[in-house]
């Protein structure tokens, strides 16, 4: 339970970053490299000090990461194009 409100800050920051860095040509691709890129540095930097996050299995984690940046990517250039 207390992971639940790190989890939300985390996503939101992730997709604040999405929103700024990516160039919104191909939100699948783009979303697909951000969820990589953003496994990479939970999992690989941060995650690996701590034990619970470095127990998950890390297919399933990748597959997650590369979920939430595409959904992500999708979504903000859903609300981009609904913009004037």
Do not use: C, Y
Request: charged residues 15%.
């Amino acid at each position: 339970m207390a992971a639940i409100p790190v989890h939300l800050a985390l996503s939101a920051v992730w997709t604040v970053a999405i929103a700024v860095v990516l160039p919104r040509r191909n939100p699948l691709a783009e979303g697909i490299l951000a969820g990589l890129a953003i496994a990479a540095l939970d999992l690989g930097v941060i995650g690996s000090r701590f034990p619970r996050i470095r127990a998950l299995e890390t297919g399933p984690q990748i597959a997650d990461h590369m979920a939430f940046g595409i959904i992500a990517a999708a979504g903000l250039a859903r609300n981009r194009k609904s913009l004037p």
